[in-house]
């Protein structure tokens, strides 16, 4: 299942053949998880975005990512290895790290419980104690 824009930018025979391949968007109803989403897809083109907290969500429930390039957006692939970095406003890149992704799924699974435990907001607020005292001394 892929959700996105459906309309790329799907000039040239190549492309076209991707985006033919990518073009369905589908709407699921109820939770997403790695049951009923393949992969979650963040071409984001903005150079101020963040961490990608939305990918850290999809692979604390099985779901691989493919993000675009950016510092922040790139960091929770990169740190768990649950997908694949696309270049910054390529959409072939894009198309074919999905198809990556897609095609090798068990290469892109991650450590669930350990990610879920990193990202627990219990242990986040631990460590932002721990570092608050650190800087208080």
């Given at each position: 299942?892929?959700?996105?824009?459906?309309?790329?930018?799907?000039?040239?025979?190549?492309?076209?053949?991707?985006?033919?391949?990518?073009?369905?968007?589908?709407?699921?109803?109820?939770?997403?998880?790695?049951?009923?989403?393949?992969?979650?897809?963040?071409?984001?083109?903005?150079?101020?975005?963040a961490f990608g907290l939305v990918?850290?969500?999809?692979?604390?429930?099985?779901?691989?990512?493919?993000?675009?390039?950016?510092?922040?957006?790139?960091?929770?692939?990169k740190m768990h290895g649950m997908g694949v970095v696309s270049e910054i406003?390529?959409?072939e890149s894009l198309a074919n790290a999905t198809i990556e992704v897609l095609n090798n799924k068990e290469k892109y699974r991650g450590d669930i419980p350990a990610i879920k435990t990193a990202y627990d907001p219990d242990s986040i607020a631990q460590e932002y104690e721990k570092l608050f005292a650190k800087l208080m001394k």
């Open positions: 299942l892929m959700y996105g824009n459906p309309a790329l930018d799907c000039s040239g025979a190549q492309m076209r053949a991707l985006c033919r391949q990518l073009a369905t968007v589908v709407t699921v109803s109820g939770e997403i998880n790695e049951s009923n989403l393949d992969v979650i897809t963040v071409p984001s083109l903005n150079s101020t975005e990918q850290v969500e999809a692979m604390m429930n099985g779901v691989p990512s493919v993000p675009s390039a950016l510092p922040g957006v790139r960091q929770p692939v406003g390529n959409s």
